[in-house]
């Protein structure tokens, strides 16, 4: 199963997540989105010296959970100029998810300016849990 799929989208971008739980499918989510800011190198980037932060995030469904951590994922790496990583989910709800991240200081190769819920809707596949987010660039 792939992780997730990057999908061009005139002003905006697309990535299509996978899942075979729903634990899989948030941290592919993040994952996609790192990697479009960070770009692939940054998978390599050396982990030592990495740094450790904890985000909890609130939504009143499993959607809006989704898009409301990967916007407070966004606004820390935008705001501490990190690449996050390694994402370890600690309590996943369809409400609340509380999550430990590492993350490095790194160079930005693209801008995401939000995450929208226009039309997100975590769907199950033969495979577990597919689930499209829009971003705007």
Same mark, same amino acid.
């Given at each position: 199963?792939?992780?997730? *799929? ?7 971008? +697309? ?31 050396? +982990?030592?010296?990495?740094? *450790?932060?904890?985000? %909890?995030? #609130?939504?009143?469904?499993? *959607? ?23 994402? #370890? ?37 033969? #495979?577990?849990? *597919? %689930?499209? %987010?829009?971003?705007?660039?």
């Amino acid at each position: 199963m792939i992780k997730y *799929e990057i999908i061009g989208h005139n002003a905006d971008l +697309k990535i299509k997540s996978f899942g075979r739980t729903k634990v899989g499918l948030f941290v592919h989510s993040a994952e996609g989105m790192m990697e479009v800011i960070y770009g692939t190198g940054a998978a390599i980037l050396p +982990k030592g010296g990495a740094k *450790e932060k904890e985000i %909890v995030s #609130e939504g009143p469904d499993r *959607e809006a959970l989704l898009i409301n951590w990967l916007s407070d994922i966004l606004a820390f790496s935008d705001t501490e100029d990190s690449y996050c990583f390694d994402f #370890e989910i600690l309590l996943l709800t369809d409400k609340k998810i509380k999550t430990k991240m590492k993350y490095l200081s790194a160079k930005a190769v693209e801008d995401i300016k939000g995450v929208t819920q226009h039309k997100t809707k975590i769907e199950e596949i033969d #495979e577990g849990l *597919e %689930v499209t %987010v829009l971003y705007d660039i």
